[in-house]
């Protein structure tokens, strides 16, 4: 199992103990599919770069919570993107999830995951 599936694994079973009233759900893009299986996924999609966590739960300022996971020790520089595509259009997706009234953040490991979500639905309405 790899490092970012083990963090998803553990932050959603902090959600269901710590908030079992949230409604939340996953991103599925990073399983291992048959080819037929990953065609009809990648159709089901709007977007490449989706985040991996969805937190269905509106608080006092936003409509809901997406998180992009990324496994404890990965290091995004403060305020540029590293020079890998992929995390780019991850942090591309975030913005424009922001501007429609999103919260959207990376988490880096299961502290800073945990800590933006407590942050988050402390200020449920």
Known sequence: MK???????????????QYPDVIFTA????????????VIAKKLRSDRGLPDLMILEPNKYKYGLFIELKAEGVRLKNGDMPNNEHIREQAALLVRLW?????????????EAKEIIDEYLKLRK
């Open 99 to 111: 501007d429609r009234g999103y919260a959207a953040y990376f988490a880096c490991g299961f502290d």
């Open 3 to 17: 490092k970012e599936e083990k963090l998803q694994i553990a932050v959603s079973k902090y959600l269901k103990l």
């Open 27 to 38: 991103e599925s893009s990073g399983l291992k599919l048959t080819i037929g299986q990953a």
